[in-house]
């Protein structure tokens, strides 16, 4: 029944506690979804709209795509098109009342870029997957409708349909105050109230109550002499019943910071009231701009800044991210730009203090979430019930009441049916532990046991400690290297970056790759050309057109240290392409052959396994996709002389697994790897002149050995056992040495501890090793009730002489046995007999040779003469002889002696 019981609590408490987790960072999104930023997008359903956008390869792009939440996590599908609008970046996105299109508005595209062209509007239907211009194409001021532009912001009324569209940029000199109401139904635009601010760059929400609320982005004053951030403290308002702007002051909530100036953000709607932004940047030029991350929320009913205290991982700092809350409980931000800062300086209110240093920007594709009811980034979605900002969630605090209240109960059960168990538990412990001598004061016993109590709670804080290092432990790599006559090569690719690929496949111009050996073995058979729509690098500099080829050899394939018939000592490469074309680079990627990604990437079948697993593969696209690879990584310039040492390597690593804490036999993953040194001269100018081509690399071993580095632990429960074993004797000693010693019991945990069928054989079989009168046990009962300490004065003369020496000799008999089992190792003893007998034998060899002629005589009486007259030399041997002679003899006289008092 308890184990019932206990079944059902710790079924209980995984009900009640336990979320559902779904991992949602999906590494074969990261390998499809591109890098891009500046994107029109709108929420439908449970899925994100996003169109166009500027990409890594381009600056506008017109794809539509939709990126949907699940249960489990996003999913990333492309959308069927028609009729496709040019391609666009920074445009607005608004989706229409019925959901069932969508209309794009504005952005930058290659023709109405710093061209003053009336507002590009673009709808597209979901039903017929059709694209219509609704362009007003008459219009060419803006007196009647909106002129085109970018970075502004265009606002949904869910109740009416129409948009609100405030500010934007064209370029420098045209910054844009205007304010414009669009009615789809009619495709007419009419004209607002505007501000008197120039603005872009910012965000715009329409709460519940119908205010349009203005948020961050860069104020221009009309004259175009200021240009500055808008402060977060004053924020515009647009009331669409009465028409009119205000100023509102916007105040900090207790123990909270204001949010720092900023544009470019984005902003979400939540419960019609408050308004989430994220991101954003300085708007600063070159190498001043800096992206943020940081979180902040405005409640609209009070006009009150917070910032939440968010924990987990925070998302990289961007601008021009996506942003959507698609289940009422995640933000869901995607892509986004950042500059590449060196330095960043920030004050402790989040402002932007100074940024030194920086580089080009990056685009994201990666997908982050915040879970709004707990303020924590996500690395998994969880589903732990009605939950509020600041608190857990009402399921967890009632599990954990009920499982305390189940536990209570079950001590309370337990003490009441096992108490007796209990009690005779504490009473063993106790008369194990009190053992005082005889004659000994209670303090000197008491002193002993808390003594060998504060030593047993040293030594358990020794050994906790020592446990505890030997499962903190960390990991070193031994490296053992042993001769080998010939090593493997790895696989190489060649990315060339720059140079066009010409339809005639036989033109010298074409990139290419050729392979020798130092002893003019040809390896050319080895390079594989790399198709470039399956899968293509992406590299920072850009110089152009991409095509990579493969090296991959088969496993016979071996270098060798020693001159003869062998495929050589080193590979030397030979690379070609257009050798008029000065901007452009080659980029070389090193991997063992188990574990090169480019076999999976590209289904190359060689047999040769590989251990890499799906998810790490695609990792390798996207850091690939990305030009973040570092390792085994290098660029050649062309007309250049490149030389690349290798050691592969055999890694084997701990597995995460509790044996590995032992100290031996471990458990490890055998990983292969490899390390390059790269080398590159200067490029020569004449180079060209001299060499059809356009650069020479040659990939040598580092030596020739088999290398195999092992990880090991630096301390285990083994190196451990040796501490642990040298304490225990030190404080052993100590303890010792101030109570003195005491002889240890012969008996152990089974004896002791041995409950039913195993503690009465035990008994029993002491019983009929050592079988005895009841009142005789040695050390246990007192010799004669007379000798005792309770009855010493109580004579008894009731038992007679006789019946006392049978009585200690029996005692006798059992105390020696009890010590020859237990106490004492009988070796001497029968040592001493053997040399006895060996006696015994020597005395009568000697008797036979001196009384050869008195064979007819009475051994016995002969012998025993012998005995008398030798005694002066031989001392007490020969008593112990006769008495070995004649024990046979006289064996029913000992009988007799026990029974019979006259004897």
């Given at each position: ?54 990409s ?17 996590g ?9 009729n ?115 603005r ?7 709460t ?70 994220f ?55 995607a892509?986004g ?77 337990l ?9 005779w ?85 074409n990139?290419?790759?050729a ?12 390079i ?9 690098p ?114 084997q ?36 002149l ?16 088999k ?18 074993g040298?304490v ?53 009962t ?6 005792s ?10 038992i ?46 000697q ?55 006259k004897?």
């Amino acid at each position: 029944m308890t184990y019932q019981v206990i079944y059902v609590l710790l079924l209980l408490i995984v009900l009640l506690t336990s979320p559902t987790l779904a991992y949602y960072s999906q590494p074969n999104l990261l390998t499809v979804i591109p890098f891009k930023q500046g994107l029109a997008y709108i929420k439908r359903e449970q899925s994100i709209i996003v169109f166009g956008g500027e990409s890594n390869n381009a600056k506008y792009t017109n794809d539509l795509n939709q990126l949907t939440q699940t249960a489990t996590g996003y999913n990333w599908t492309s959308l069927a098109q028609q009729n496709i609008p040019p391609a666009v970046a920074y445009g607005q996105a608004v989706i229409s009342k019925d959901g069932n299109s969508m209309i794009v508005l504005g952005g930058i595209t290659n023709t109405t870029v710093n061209q003053v062209y009336p507002l590009q509007l673009y709808q597209y239907n979901f039903n017929t997957a059709t694209w219509s211009n609704q362009t007003n194409t008459n219009n060419v001021t803006n007196t009647a409708a909106p002129l085109n532009r970018w970075l502004f912001s265009a606002t949904p009324d869910t109740n009416t349909g129409q948009i609100y569209i405030y500010g934007g940029v064209v370029n420098d000199t045209s910054i844009f105050s205007d304010f414009w109401l669009f009615d789809p139904s009619t495709s007419g635009f009419t004209a607002m109230p505007a501000p008197t601010i120039r603005r872009y760059g910012h965000t715009a929400s329409l709460t519940s109550n119908g205010k349009l609320v203005i948020i961050g982005g860069v104020i221009v004053s009309q004259d175009y002499t200021q240009n500055i951030l808008a402060p977060m403290d004053q924020l515009q308002i647009f009331d669409i019943a009465s028409k009119q702007w205000t100023m509102v002051n916007a105040t900090v909530a207790a123990n909270n910071i204001l949010p720092s100036p900023r544009a470019h953000h984005s902003a979400v709607l939540i419960n019609g009231t408050h308004i989430l932004m994220f991101g954003g940047n300085n708007n600063a030029v070159g190498r001043l701009r800096a992206s943020i991350n940081s979180v902040y929320m405005l409640d609209t009913t009070t006009w009150t800044w917070t910032s939440p205290d968010i924990s987990g991982i925070l998302p990289s700092r961007r601008a021009y991210a996506v942003a959507e809350i698609l289940d009422d409980r995640h933000l869901t931000v995607a892509f986004g730009k950042r500059i590449n800062i060196y330095i960043y300086v920030y004050s402790a209110d989040d402002h932007f203090i100074l940024a030194i240093g920086g580089a080009g920007s990056i685009l994201y594709n990666d997908i982050n979430a915040l879970d709004t009811f707990t303020d924590s980034w996500l690395q998994s979605f969880t589903d732990s019930g009605s939950t509020n900002w600041y608190g857990l969630s009402t399921g967890v605090i009632i599990g954990v009441s009920v499982v305390c209240a189940f536990i209570l109960i079950i001590i309370c059960i337990l003490l009441w049916k096992f108490g007796h168990h209990i009690k005779w538990i504490i009473y063993r412990i106790h008369s194990d532990i009190w053992k005082p001598r005889s004659g000994e004061p209670i303090w000197a016993e008491t002193a002993r046991i808390c003594s060998q109590l504060f030593f047993l709670f040293l030594f358990l804080l020794f050994l906790a400690f020592v446990i505890r290092q030997a499962i903190d432990s960390p990991n070193v790599t031994q490296t053992i290297q042993t001769p080998s006559a010939s090593v493997e090569v790895p696989d190489i690719r060649f990315c060339f970056d720059g140079y066009p690929v010409y339809a005639d496949p036989n033109d010298v111009r074409n990139p290419g790759v050729a392979c020798q050996t130092d002893n003019g073995y040809s390896c050319n058979q080895f390079i594989k050309p790399l198709n470039m729509s399956v899968f293509q690098p992406n590299f920072a500099d850009k110089f152009g057109m991409v095509s990579c080829y493969l090296f991959r050899s088969d496993v016979y394939f071996q270098l060798t240290g020693t001159s003869g018939a062998n495929n050589g000592s080193r590979l030397i490469f030979s690379l070609y392409g257009d050798s008029t074309i000065s901007a452009g680079a080659i980029h070389l990627s090193t991997f063992p052959k188990e574990m090169d990604p480019i076999v999976q990437v590209y289904n190359i079948n060689d047999g040769i396994p590989s251990l890499l697993d799906r998810d790490e593969v695609l990792n390798w696209q996207n850091s690939d996709l990305n030009d973040l690879q570092s390792t085994n990584v290098y660029t050649v310039s062309p007309f250049t002389y490149s030389a690349i040492g290798y050691t592969l390597s055999d890694h084997q690593y701990l597995q995460d697994v509790g044996w590995n804490y032992v100290g031996f036999l471990p458990v490890t993953n055998s990983t292969p790897e490899i390390s390059t040194a790269f080398r590159m001269e200067s490029a020569n100018p004449t180079y060209n002149l001299t060499h059809s081509d356009i650069g020479v690399i040659a990939v040598t071993p580092d030596s020739y050995t088999k290398t195999t580095k092992r990880e090991v632990k630096m301390y285990t429960l083994v190196n451990a056992l040796g501490f642990v074993g040298g304490v225990f004797g030190i404080l052993v000693t100590v303890q010792a040495w101030l109570f003195g010693y005491r002889p240890l019991s012969p008996f152990g945990i089974v004896h002791r501890w041995s409950v039913g069928n195993m503690k009465q054989s035990i008994l029993r079989g002491l019983y009929t090793s050592f079988k005895t009168n009841e009142d005789t046990i040695p050390m246990v009962t007192p010799v004669h009730r007379r000798f005792s300490m309770l009855n010493v004065n109580d004579i008894d003369n009731d038992i007679n002489d006789q019946q006392r020496i049978t009585m200690v000799e029996e005692r006798m008999q059992t105390l020696e046995r009890v010590f020859k089992a237990y106490y004492v190792n009988d070796e001497v003893f029968r040592s001493l007999d053997n040399a006895s007998k060996m006696s015994t034998s020597i005395m009568r060899d000697q008797y036979h040779r001196e009384n050869t002629n008195h064979r007819n005589n009475t051994d016995g009486t002969l012998f025993d003469k012998l005995i008398t007259d030798n005694k002066s030399t031989k001392g007490g041997d020969y008593e112990l002889v006769q008495r070995n002679d004649t024990s046979s003899s006289n064996s029913s006289d000992t009988a007799k002696h026990h029974h019979d008092p006259k004897a």
